[in-house]
């Protein structure tokens, strides 16, 4: 059972042992503009002056400082939670060797055994595929802001860096910062600069937190958009391969499913999804008796049609007494009357008949601005559920969209979780990372003693590599001063590897 996850493993060593050589061999793609350079310089002769704004500027951001050492010490904590997680999930049982994608995505957010941290967002399983464009904004946003914090504190003396550049990459948004030549003297200014970044997403979920928490969603929601419950829930949505979609206005209400009414959005869920099938009908529709016992028994022969059987529904239905009908012929019909029985019904010429229990008759009640009608849907009704999007909240401003609402607070949800993962990823302490640069500057702090400065060839080196990667990133990394460094390094990328290989096993294609 563990040897997929040894496989992996050892993939894993393979690829970063080999890691330099598939670097080199990757597709390179970047867009770079100097359009910010001036900004930069004018936040450097500000800071110089060493005024009020220096002084919170210096502040503000020696506050994130603590929060990068902190935060380098949580999200390793939190990846080797993980790894945990993953190799007590190997014992799990494998799931179906077919999957649905409905299935497949309720197997991803509920796995039975280990609960682990990593959820995937793969666009049409787990997340919708109309999101996906929300999902990319919400992360060129987050880093956006990000590299905004490193720009403002690497501005900060006293080893004030250069900007050279921001720009979009295939990684995405990346500022590119030529270190001042006194930056390896200075390493808590370096902790300071590496942690802005991270400081700046800390930030931004902290404020999306206090407005979902403090009513300020709530007021500007109920500003610009009208409850529609308890009448019914608002057609937001439908694919654009559905049948439905030409049948459903967007804003309609749908006001019951059958004879259920909808009171909540748990409740247009659990209907459909329910494990068990509900009672087709509550009661049946009196039809003319001649008439359905005129009616075929064999629907396959008789597309269009449905099974219905006399109602109440027997035990033991006789096959000779169900016939065929045409369903929107009895359910908008303004003369079927509801009925508990045959005799309940206002002719004696009417007999009381309902859908047999097999037929997947789904009735969605409809009701519009001037009238309601009745939608019949001949499948399984989870199909209904994934093809058709609804909310309890309309506009109050008839030119905007009716999915504006959903549209924005899945935006902000996703920007929400992506720019605290951002925060987490980028503290870990790898050398690529600002969190390898919190590391290798802290153990400079505490191995370097006060006013030592490197020797010539550390400082050749640091030269080097300063030359050939500040076009490429911030400039912001030294080389690491310690075997320390480099052993935790060493450590966690090996762990990173094994968690990413590992969730793509356990999330996807997991066997036994």
Known sequence: MFIPFLLLGALALVGYRYRRVLLRRRLRFSWESEALNSFHDVLVARFTS???????????????????VAGVAISTGILACETISLLKAAQQSAPPSVLSKRELKEYLAAPEGGETLLKPLIPGVTIPLSEFPLLIIALLASQAFHELGHIVSSALPPAPASLSGVGLALQGAFVSLLPHPDDAEYPWARVRNASAGAWHNVLMWLVLWAACHIGLH????????????????AIISVDYASPLRGHLELGALIVALDDAQLHSLASWKDYLLAPTPHPPVDSGWCVESATFSSQPTDCALH???ALFTPYPLPSFSDPSQNHCIDPPSVF?????????????????????????????????????????????????????????????????????????????????????????????????????????????????????????EFDDIELGELELFRRRTARRSRGLVGADSTLIARWVHNVVAMLSLFVIACSLWVWTVRGP
Not at 53 to 66: C, N
Not at 218 to 233: I, Q, S
């Open 50 to 68: 060493k005024g009020f704004a220096y002084q919170f500027t210096r502040t503000f951001y020696d506050l994130g400082a603590f929060l990068g």
């Open 218 to 233: 709530t007021a500007v929601r109920g500003a610009f958009w009208r409850d529609v419950l308890p009448d019914g829930l």
């Open 303 to 305: 597309p269009g049609t």
């Open 332 to 452: 908008r019909d303004p003369a079927a009357a509801r009925c508990a029985s045959s005799p309940s019904c206002r002719s004696p010429s009417e007999t009381c008949v309902a859908p047999a229990a097999d037929t997947q008759l789904l009735r969605l009640q409809i009701k519009e601005a001037d009238h309601g009608h009745t939608i019949v849907w001949k499948g399984p009704w989870r199909e209904v559920f994934e093809q058709v999007r609804v909310g309890q909240y309309v506009p109050r401003v008839p030119l905007m969209p009716v999915w504006a609402l959903p549209t924005l607070e899945a935006f902000f949800e996703y920007l929400r979780s992506l720019t605290l993962v951002l925060a987490l990823l980028n503290l870990l302490p790898l050398r690529p990372l600002d969190g390898g640069v919190v590391l290798s500057s802290l153990l400079d702090i505490v191995c370097v003693p006060s006013g030592q």
